[in-house]
């Protein structure tokens, strides 16, 4: 059920630590010294420093463990976590980092179901337009998968829905005969994540826990009530 994921953790850097192992990834500044800038050595996992020795990991989690962020792709067991926490510390220590997963905070946390529909998404194009999510306007756009991307969004949430089917033929992935809808739900900060899973989910290694599962489902059908309804 999770797609993307936002962390927030401390490091520190090892006797192995180079500065020429940043700029291969364009790492910027051109500077020894982390002090700000990005490490973005693919789509997949950007490492964002911060003043105090904090980076902010921003991670595609199911592209990562396998290969894509098709339905059956996405995370949603405590065997998924693990590996993507052995993913994460791999690359980190082959730069020269340490970072510290016991006490990393989640600030971005996205979670996706998908459906199959009887016809294509754009049938339901009135539809989607018409509807309307508490504090949350709706924000158009027909720019994106051939004109089924449909969001609504503040500061602290976000759900959107598009046709799986049409991403994945724009960005040349796979042609899926289905029709596919996707739908997602974003939570933009720590404190909203904790407060919408109950207190569950606050640190990475929750996400290990026993129960993560059900925890993530309530946060997905706890954001989409009232908008769509999932069995």
């Known amino acids: 059920m ?5 962390l927030r953790a401390e490091y520190r850097k090892n006797r192995d630590f180079r500065a020429g192992a940043y700029n291969t990834l364009n790492y910027h500044p051109n500077s020894e010294d982390i002090k700000g800038g990005y490490i973005r050595p693919n789509n997949l996992l950007n490492l964002d420093f911060k ?5 902010g990991i921003k991670i595609e989690a199911p592209q ?14 405590k065997e998924d976590f693990r590996r993507l926490e052995q993913e994460i510390t791999t690359f980190c220590s082959m730069l020269g980092l340490d970072i510290d997963m016991n006490n990393a ?22 539809v989607f337009s018409s509807l309307n999510v508490s504090h949350m306007p709706y924000n158009p756009s027909n720019k994106k998968y051939g004109g089924t991307w449909f ?8 759900i959107t829905s598009y046709s799986k089917t049409s991403q994945t033929i724009e960005k040349g992935l796979l042609f899926n005969c289905d029709n596919i809808m996707r739908t997602e739900t974003r939570l933009f900060n720590n404190r909203v994540i904790r ?8 640190t990475y290694q929750d996400l290990l826990k026993e129960g993560l ?13 009232g908008l769509f309804k999932y069995d």
């Open 2 to 6: 999770v797609d993307s994921l936002h």
């Open 51 to 55: 003043p105090g020795n904090i980076v």
């Open 64 to 77: 990562i463990i396998h290969g894509n962020n098709l339905s059956t792709s996405l995370l949603k067991s």
């Open 105 to 126: 905070s989640i600030i971005r946390l996205d979670t996706a179901r998908d459906l199959k529909t009887l016809y294509p998404f754009n049938s339901y194009g009135n």
């Open 151 to 158: 969001n609504w969004s503040n500061k602290t949430r976000a």
């Open 195 to 202: 407060e919408h899973s109950e207190g569950f989910l606050y």
């Open 213 to 225: 599962l059900e925890c993530l489902g309530h946060i997905f059908n706890r954001n989409v009530k």
